[in-house]
Structure formats: C-alpha cells, structure tokens
C-alpha cells in the first residue's frame, strides 16, 4: 500500500480527536495546594479538587471530587501557578483561568477570578507561557520572549522600572528554548544551555551582587544543554529554582528552607549547585517545599518537606537525602502541586501522593496520602479496543530511548507516523506485510515525550514514548 495518503492521514487525525479522551495518554500532571489539573494527549485538560476560585476552568466556583472539562481543546502545554492556570493550544495562542487579580496577563479589563479560559488577545505564536502572581512570560515559536504584568523589580528584563497597564514587550534576549520563574524572578534556557536571569535579586537567586533587583538579564549558568526545568512557588519574593542538563546533571539554587533543594544548608543557594544522585536525572518537578525527580530507570526520588507525605514514604519525617517514592517504576512523567506529587507511568496510569485535603489526589476521605495511589483517569492509555474486545498489542524498546527505537506491531498494520509534543511528524514509514518489527532512529531528536500513531485500515493507536 503507498505511503501517499495524506488525505487518510488527516482523516485518522480527525477520527483520534473525534475520539477525545478514550484515544489519549496523560502527558503532563501539575496543580496547585488546592487543585489537579492533567493535560491528555488528545488536547484535553481537565482538573478537579477545589473551585471556589475557579482553579478549575469549568465555568463554576463549585468543589468538584471528579476530573471536569476545563473547557479547553488542542492544548499541547500546561501551566499552573499558586491560583489558577495557563495553556498553551496547538495555535500559538494563550489561556488562563483562576485567579487574575493582579493583571498579571496585561488584560486590565478581566475580573478578580475567570472560571472559563479567556485567551490572552495581545500575543500570539507562543510554544511556553508560564506565570506567578505577577508576571507571565510567553516564549514564542521563534524564540524570543515577551513578559506581560508587573515591572517594579525589573522582571521585563529591559533595563526599565516601567510599568506596563496592558499588553506585552519583549525582553532583550533571543533563541530561547525553556523558561521557569519565582515570584518576582524569571529565568531564560538559550539554545547553548546558557541560563540567563533576571527580576528580585533579594535573596541573590539572580546574581550574588547586593541589587535588590536586576532589571537586565544576567549570566546564571552555562551548560551544553538543558532538557527539564521547574521553578516554584517561593517564599515571599523567592523561588527555588531546578534544571536537568543533557548529561543528566542537577542543578539548584534560590530558596533551600526545610532541604528542599536537597542540600542541609544553608537556608538560601545563592548559586547553582549540582546534585549527587545515583542516576543520571531526566527530569524535575517542584512544590512549595519539595522536589521531584525522574531518573533514568524510570524511578522517582525525592527530598524536602514531607509533613503531607509529598515525599511518598510511609512516614512524615522531612528528607535531605534523596528517597524513593514507594511502588512506582517505568514512570516517564512527573509534576507536583504545591504540597502534592504525581507521576504518570509506561503504561498510561497516574499516581499521585501527599496531600489531599481537597481531594486533589483522590475520592478518598484521607486528608493525607504517604505513598502513590492510582488516581481516576480521564485519559485512557489504549488508543481503542478492537472489534474482538482485546486491545491492540504494540511494543518498544527501550521505553525511555536514546538512540535506536524498535517497534513491535501487529499483523495488518500498514504505516506508522511518530510526532512530537508540538503535534509535527518527524518519522513517516509504510510498514510492510512481511515483517511486525521495525526500528527507526531518534538520536537527533530533543529529549521529550514523543506519540507513535499506528494506522489499521481507518483506525489508529497511540502509544507514549519518553526520548532521553
């Protein structure tokens, strides 16, 4: 069968969205200290705990113990901060609902709190957006950054203390790949894996001058290459800020009170420090005063503050030394809340631990959960079931993979399309009758979760694959 069949290939992309969440994956988990929200693979969000601040982009201030529509579609990046959230569709444009109170979206004429998602009309052609309660920058498709909200501390990064009603300006730097922020404080990834920063220096999270702010962004940290980032909630004007480099590193710095950066003092790290763990890192995830890590054995390790259980061992006693989160393997995502932790496995299911006062985790009545417990799934892992009732059998190894990705399918699948968290294809290929196994090449490509669409006739599969 030719490989020229564009017009099936849309209408199989049709049929997956058509499908909504049955077809998709979990691929991003975060919240608040009150609230989930999952981003499916299919575009979806949907959120559940508490709403009385419209956390949960529903069109309602009602508490909600189910996972409900935040009324979005096409998404391919999600956002939370201390109240409320920020996506990102396949489009370029930007959405947020929860709290807006500060005109921190240079949006001066929206109201206290949004319950439904209002797109933000004055930028376009954004890949990232991630805000505070403040600021929120936007990094866009062809790599420069633009900042909407406050400037009293210079987090516009041009050199001014000028205040800004609406819309956005652009900070003075280019080719931009990732961005993370503190409260006051914003960080920028370059395509070199230089990490540059700017905004509250009080506690010296930008440089270790004696600036209260820096408002023009300085030299934080130079690496080969950055593949994960989190900022944080802080306290006060302060953050504590994570970055993974492409060689597996950790590094750390801003705000350390109870270990949460993984070092027994001091209270402040003024410059990035590099972590000692037992496995090279590809991934990271922050709450208010614990961090996350995925190594790359697909376990999940974690330190700091665990009065909720956020760590995920069956007791409450802080850490400063890395400890695993009891029963989890083969994960290939995690994110956190404020004090809750999550994770999303190879085989589609989601987990989560710490606390559950709102039900942020779970149904369950515990205020607290000490380990991972499976959480209700709006997004399936099985693309569909087939007409005998079984589902489709497809494989890969390795699942994390480096380089070379072998792909096990079955009998009458006839071409294959591998695509990025951006929606691109990157790999096309007809399969032929005569084999079930084939194996491509993704040692070029970013670190990052990528989806394998296998098509039978008119139906089509997706499965999850984590490039390291």
């Given at each position: 069968?030719?490989?020229?069949?564009?017009?099936?290939?849309?209408?199989?992309?049709?049929?997956?969205?058509?499908?909504?969440?049955?077809?998709?994956?979990?691929?991003?988990?975060?919240?608040?200290?009150?609230?989930?929200?999952?981003?499916?693979?299919?575009?979806?969000?949907?959120?559940?705990?508490?709403?009385?601040?419209?956390?949960?982009?529903?069109?309602t201030?009602?508490?909600?113990?189910?996972?409900?529509?935040?009324?979005?579609?096409?998404?391919?990046?999600?956002?939370?901060?201390?109240?409320?959230?920020?996506?990102?569709?396949?489009?370029?444009?930007?959405?947020?609902?929860?709290?807006?109170?500060?005109?921190?979206?240079?949006m001066?004429?929206?109201?206290?709190?949004?319950?439904?998602?209002?797109?933000?009309?004055?930028?376009?052609?954004?890949?990232?957006?991630?805000?505070?309660s403040?600021?929120?920058?936007?990094?866009?498709?062809?790599?420069?950054?633009?900042?909407?909200?406050?400037?009293?501390?210079?987090?516009?990064g041009?050199?001014?203390?000028?205040?800004?009603?609406?819309?956005?300006?652009?900070?003075?730097?280019?080719?931009?790949?990732?961005?993370?922020?503190?409260?006051?404080?914003?960080?920028?990834?370059?395509?070199?894996?230089?990490?540059?920063?700017?905004?509250?220096?009080?506690?010296?999270?930008?440089?270790t001058?004696?600036?209260?702010?820096?408002?023009?962004?300085?030299?934080?940290?130079?690496?080969?290459?950055?593949?994960?980032?989190?900022g944080?909630?802080?306290?006060?004007?302060?953050?504590?800020?994570?970055?993974?480099?492409?060689?597996?590193?950790?590094y750390?710095?801003?705000?350390?009170?109870?270990?949460?950066?993984?070092?027994?003092?001091?209270?402040?790290?003024?410059?990035?420090?590099?972590?000692?763990?037992?496995?090279?890192?590809?991934?990271?995830?922050?709450?208010?005063?614990?961090?996350?890590?995925?190594?790359?054995?697909?376990?999940?390790?974690?330190?700091?503050?665990?009065?909720?259980?956020?760590?995920?061992?069956?007791?409450?006693?802080?850490?400063?030394?890395?400890?695993?989160a009891?029963?989890?393997n083969?994960?290939?995502?995690?994110?956190?809340?404020?004090?809750?932790?999550?994770?999303?496995?190879?085989?589609?299911?989601?987990?989560?631990?710490?606390?559950?006062?709102?039900?942020?985790?779970?149904?369950?009545?515990?205020?607290?959960?000490?380990?991972?417990?499976?959480?209700?799934?709006?997004?399936?892992?099985?693309?569909?079931?087939?007409?005998?009732?079984?589902?489709?059998?497809?494989?890969?190894?390795?699942?994390?993979?480096?380089?070379?990705?072998?792909?096990?399918?079955?009998?009458?699948?006839?071409?294959?399309?591998?695509?990025?968290?951006?929606?691109?294809?990157?790999?096309?290929?007809?399969?032929?009758?005569?084999?079930?196994?084939?194996?491509?090449?993704?040692?070029?490509?970013?670190?990052?979760?990528?989806?394998?669409?296998?098509?039978?006739?008119?139906?089509?599969?997706?499965?999850?694959?984590?490039?390291?």
């Amino acid at each position: 069968m030719s490989c020229d069949r564009i017009v099936r290939f849309w209408f199989l992309l049709v049929v997956l969205l058509c499908l909504g969440a049955s077809v998709a994956y979990a691929q991003q988990i975060t919240g608040t200290d009150r609230h989930a929200s999952l981003l499916c693979a299919d575009g979806a969000v949907f959120s559940w705990g508490y709403n009385l601040d419209a956390l949960l982009g529903d069109g309602t201030t009602v508490l909600r113990t189910e996972a409900v529509s935040s009324g979005v579609s096409s998404i391919s990046f999600l956002h939370c901060n201390s109240i409320g959230a920020t996506v990102v569709d396949s489009n370029g444009g930007v959405f947020v609902w929860g709290g807006v109170k500060n005109n921190q979206y240079g949006m001066p004429s929206w109201l206290y709190i949004e319950p439904s998602p209002k797109r933000i009309d004055h930028i376009s052609g954004v890949r990232k957006a991630v805000s505070n309660s403040s600021n929120a920058y936007y990094l866009l498709n062809n790599g420069r950054l633009a900042v909407s909200g406050q400037n009293s501390v210079g987090q516009h990064g041009n050199g001014t203390t000028d205040a800004l009603d609406s819309g956005h300006v652009f900070v003075n730097v280019d080719h931009v790949v990732d961005i993370l922020c503190a409260s006051s404080a914003v960080f920028a990834v370059q395509e070199d894996g230089t990490v540059l920063g700017w905004g509250y220096n009080g506690e010296n999270q930008v440089d270790t001058s004696s600036e209260r702010f820096v408002n023009t962004p300085k030299v934080v940290l130079k690496t080969n290459g950055i593949v994960s980032t989190s900022g944080s909630y802080g306290h006060g004007n302060n953050g504590s800020m994570r970055v993974v480099t492409v060689e597996g590193d950790l590094y750390v710095w801003g705000n350390n009170v109870n270990n949460v950066l993984g070092f027994a003092e001091p209270d402040i790290i003024k410059t990035p420090m590099k972590l000692s763990l037992s496995r090279k890192c590809v991934a990271v995830a922050g709450g208010l005063w614990h961090t996350l890590a995925l190594l790359e054995d697909g376990t999940v390790w974690s330190w700091g503050d665990n009065a909720f259980g956020q760590l995920g061992t069956p007791f409450d006693t802080n850490s400063v030394e890395p400890v695993q989160a009891i029963g989890l393997n083969n994960v290939v995502a995690i994110g956190a809340g404020a004090i809750s932790s999550y994770a999303i496995t190879g085989d589609g299911k989601v987990w989560g631990w710490g606390d559950n006062t709102y039900r942020q985790l779970n149904r369950d009545d515990a205020p607290r959960q000490y380990t991972p417990v499976p959480l209700p799934l709006p997004c399936s892992l099985v693309s569909r079931v087939d007409e005998s009732g079984s589902n489709p059998l497809h494989t890969f190894s390795p699942n994390p993979v480096r380089e070379l990705l072998t792909m096990h399918y079955n009998i009458g699948v006839d071409e294959v399309r591998i695509m990025n968290i951006q929606g691109e294809t990157i790999v096309e290929m007809c399969l032929p009758n005569s084999s079930t196994t084939a194996t491509v090449d993704l040692s070029t490509e970013p670190a990052g979760v990528y989806y394998v669409i296998f098509s039978q006739g008119l139906v089509a599969h997706s499965y999850m694959v984590v490039k390291l």
